[in-house]
């Protein structure tokens, strides 16, 4: 079985992002520069207080830096001990994890580009995003589409981020859309798959990337499929 390294890293900010979701920002110990790729995930170790070690894999919700540093995005889960551990976390406090893992990355070419979000499947897609709009060569002729499903508005976590980023960019196109939207709500309403048609049309030549729960990513697919597409345009991670 292949041996992998375990770094240490220590949490620089915590942030509320709902009552039960926190971004988490942390920086690598011992390294002047921490690579991966957008979209990849982090195996993370800790005891519990029975002295079983536990393993659980989350997505990196920032894009690759220069300072070692990297952001999950991560929901509490009930009697879920290390969603729990994580949130629980203080400033200078340290965790141990392996990696980076993951192949739900950007492929090439690059073509115009649906992603498709819930919850906090959004993690891998801020990292993407991101990384794809700091640099005009990475982005420029293209067109991408975020539709990022929640219930409430308060479940639209980076809401700002990801409008700030479409208000500089013209190409990229944020598309919140809730399932229990208010009546003075401005956007789209209901689920996401419910608005993939009126974004890809009668196209079969883009990309799509899907992450969230089962449900959510098989109705996508299925969806995406029956519309003509190939499957290996169809790239997804779930987070059941």
């Known amino acids: 079985m292949a041996q992998f390294k375990t770094f240490d890293a220590r949490l620089v900010r915590s942030i509320s992002l709902s009552e039960f979701t926190k971004h988490l920002e942390l920086e690598v110990n011992g390294v002047t520069h921490f690579?991966?790729?957008?979209?990849?995930?982090?195996?993370?170790?800790?005891?519990?207080?029975?002295?079983?070690?536990?393993?659980?894999?989350?997505?990196?919700?920032?894009p690759p830096s220069e300072n070692g540093h990297f952001a999950f995005c991560l929901n509490r889960v009930d009697d879920g001990f290390m969603s729990n551990y994580l949130c629980n976390l203080r400033e200078g406090d340290q965790i141990k994890?392996?990696?980076?893992?993951?192949?739900?990355?950007?492929?090439?070419?690059?073509?115009?580009?649906?992603?498709?979000?819930t919850g906090t499947g959004i993690a891998p897609f801020r990292s993407m995003l991101h990384w794809l709009l700091a640099e005009n060569?990475?982005?420029?002729?293209?067109?991408?589409?975020?539709?990022?499903?929640?219930?409430?508005?308060?479940?639209?976590?980076?809401?700002?981020?990801?409008?700030?980023?479409?208000?500089?960019?013209?190409?990229?196109?944020?598309?919140p859309t809730l399932s229990r939207a208010p009546e003075e709500w401005?956007?789209?309403?209901?689920?996401?798959?419910?608005?993939?048609?009126?974004?890809?049309g009668y196209r079969t030549d883009m990309h799509a990337y899907i992450c969230g729960l089962d449900k959510m990513v098989k109705a996508n697919r299925e969806l995406l499929k029956g519309l003509g597409w190939d499957r290996t345009a169809i790239r997804y991670e779930r987070y059941d």
């Not at 005891?47 to 659980?56: C, D, F, S, W």
């Not at 499903?149 to 190409?171: I, M, P």
């Open 137 to 175: 060569e990475r982005h420029q002729d293209r067109q991408f589409w975020l539709l990022f499903g929640a219930r409430t508005e308060q479940d639209l976590y980076y809401r700002k981020e990801f409008a700030q980023l479409a208000t500089r960019h013209s190409n990229f196109h944020f598309l």
């Open 35 to 62: 690579g991966f790729v957008p979209g990849q995930w982090l195996s993370v170790k800790a005891t519990t207080p029975e002295g079983e070690e536990m393993t659980r894999a989350y997505s990196i919700a920032s």
């Open 186 to 200: 401005q956007g789209l309403r209901g689920y996401v798959q419910e608005h993939v048609p009126e974004i890809v």
């Open 97 to 117: 994890f392996q990696g980076p893992f993951g192949n739900f990355i950007l492929h090439p070419p690059p073509r115009d580009t649906i992603f498709i979000a």
